[in-house]
């Protein structure tokens, strides 16, 4: 029997907010088809839900000629959906005039590997008043004029999506060119988010910083820092600034609140406060990203060994939460394990993949890359059943939804 996996790739906006997910085909090597695509929906619908997969926002999903003019098109709820038409669908009367229908009834359409030119925009001349996004790869359209013809294309009320942006210059280019949007592999490799800002939840701040004072359990006070990923990281920029110098390798968040001690911490603490250095805004996409990798790192762990001990978990929370701490310091990831004088084993598993920790990370790092060739090996390799990790993937996908709502503070 065929099966098909969904892959979610996030879209950000020009001030690195999340605005939309595409949602990819993996499954068989056949082509993209109306089958793919229904597949796709239907999963999305059917299986893993709309709000765990999606939260409160769309996805692009691409759809070739057939699914455009095959009637099951309009059964779709449209609320949850970009229609993403392929570069191959020709301009024909039958599609002009469906294209039509859908915008009638509400349908968001997205125009998918649209080359920006003068040719171009001419052929789509019939249907561009009817389209919500073009998706465009900026290194295949033509350069000259491509600023004005991007402007030519925001004129008509058209959101401009850039995608496979790879890195930070494909991203400053994209930018510079008026792009409103931006798809590519940013998680796997988010340099364009390296100054980010993290401002953590007052209420997260006052919770430690009573849970210090009051004496209570060390174990229970880096559980709660393992709930605030924005604290965490902003722990460690501290421990960074020069104001200690630990003899010891640090290996775990439990490790760090020992040496530091609750004092300096809880003084810490305060002046986050008193600095004002706390938000209701959304997460950033980073701080997803931290979320996203410290659910899975201990998760797979968690399945690989049943009976893994608190130590272990808590390196396992360490590799995800400081694999993106070089885009908050905007150093040299290497330099900075070095000079926080993280423990062996967590350094190696990050910068070398060694070690089960780093087999793990590695892991999770496919996933984000949608190489589910590279999945199938790891549950063969670890005699898992097949589907074990996309159940880990979707759980911890629905975690990191609910940790992106907004919460209530009563201060």
Not at 31 to 47: C, E, G, P, Q, T
Not at 350 to 371: A, M, P, T
Not at 388 to 403: G, L, M, Q, R, Y
Request: with cysteine; aromatic share 10%.
């Amino acid at each position: 029997m065929q099966s098909i996996s969904i892959g979610r790739q996030p879209i950000i906006g020009a001030y690195c907010d999340l605005c939309s997910y595409e949602v990819l085909y993996k499954g068989s090597s056949e082509a993209l088809s109306r089958y793919s695509s229904a597949s796709i929906i239907n999963n999305v619908l059917n299986k893993f839900g709309t709000q765990k997969l999606l939260g409160d926002r769309r996805a692009f999903v691409k759809i070739d000629e057939k699914f455009l003019l095959h009637d099951i098109i309009f059964s779709i709820p449209g609320e949850f959906f970009i229609f993403s038409l392929l570069d191959t669908i020709p301009m024909s009367e039958r599609v002009v005039e469906r294209i039509e229908q859908l915008y009638e009834k509400g349908y968001l359409l997205s125009l998918e590997n649209f080359i920006i030119s003068a040719d171009n925009m001419y052929k789509h001349r019939v249907i561009l008043e009817k389209i919500a996004f073009v998706k465009v790869n900026i290194e295949e359209c033509p350069a000259r004029y491509l600023s004005e013809m991007i402007l030519k294309v925001k004129a008509k009320g058209i959101t401009v999506v850039a995608d496979n942006v790879m890195d930070t210059a494909a991203y400053d280019k994209a930018k510079e060119l008026g792009c409103d949007w931006f798809q590519g592999y940013f998680f796997a490799k988010p340099k364009i988010l390296k100054n980010a800002k993290y401002e953590p939840s007052q209420v997260g701040i006052l919770k430690l910083y009573n849970l210090l004072m009051q004496d209570v359990n060390i174990d229970e006070i880096t559980k709660e820092f393992e709930l605030n990923h924005e604290i965490t990281v902003q722990l460690l920029q501290f421990i960074n600034s020069g104001s200690f110098s630990f003899r010891n390798e640090i290996s775990s968040i439990h490790h760090i609140l020992t040496l530091v001690g609750r004092i300096p911490l809880g003084q810490w603490l305060m002046l986050m406060i008193y600095s004002k250095a706390v938000t209701k805004d959304k997460k950033s996409p980073l701080m997803l990203m931290v979320k996203h990798r410290t659910q899975l790192m201990e998760n797979i762990l968690k399945t690989l060994q049943e009976k893994v001990g608190s130590n272990m978990l808590g390196e396992a929370y360490f590799v995800g939460v400081l694999s993106l701490i070089d885009n908050v310091f905007s150093m040299d990831l290497a330099t900075i394990l070095d000079e926080m004088n993280i423990s062996q084993a967590v350094r190696e598993a990050i910068i070398e993949d060694k070690g089960l920790l780093g087999e793990i990370f590695k892991l999770v790092r496919d996933i984000e890359k949608f190489d589910y060739d590279a999945v199938d090996r790891f549950e063969k390799k670890n005699a898992l059943r097949a589907g074990t990790i996309e159940k880990i993937v979707f759980a911890s996908i629905h975690e990191v939804n609910n940790f992106e709502k907004p919460q209530v503070e009563c201060l």
